[in-house]
């Protein structure tokens, strides 16, 4: 089984900064992307940013500029960066990965959510 255990929400006033974590344990053959997601109340579950094992990085056009992913798979650990934070970056987070438990078998996994609530 693996395991994402994610660290690093909070609150932050506007224009503030936080860094989110995220850390695979388990069975781990090899990792094929990590990424955010995040759900605000009534709406639905949208991608942040994900980056995969060979470096390349997707992000939502909503955080372009202003989050950053980055990983470091010695430690199966992605990161978050944000900045510019606004209230309408308020929302639960969720670390997603698609990983290879075994050779040729691989499954997605979320981790439990981190709340991020931007408010001054």
């Known amino acids: 089984q693996v395991q994402l255990v994610e660290s690093g929400g909070g609150l932050v006033q506007p224009g503030g900064s936080l860094q989110l974590s995220c850390a695979a344990s388990g069975t781990i053959f090899a990792i094929i992307a990590m990424g955010w997601y995040r759900q605000a109340p009534g709406k639905e579950r949208e991608l942040v940013a994900r980056?995969?094992?060979?470096?390349?990085?997707d992000y939502a056009d909503s955080v372009k500029g202003r989050f950053t992913i980055s990983r470091d798979y010695s430690k199966n650990t992605v990161y978050l960066q944000m900045n510019s934070l606004s209230p309408g970056d308020t929302a639960v987070y969720y670390c997603?990965?698609?990983?290879?438990?075994?050779?040729?078998?691989?499954?997605?996994?979320w981790g439990q959510g981190t709340q991020v609530t931007v408010s001054s």
């Open positions: 980056i995969t094992s060979g470096g390349s990085t």
């Open positions: 997603n990965a698609q990983i290879y438990y075994r050779m040729n078998n691989w499954a997605d996994y």
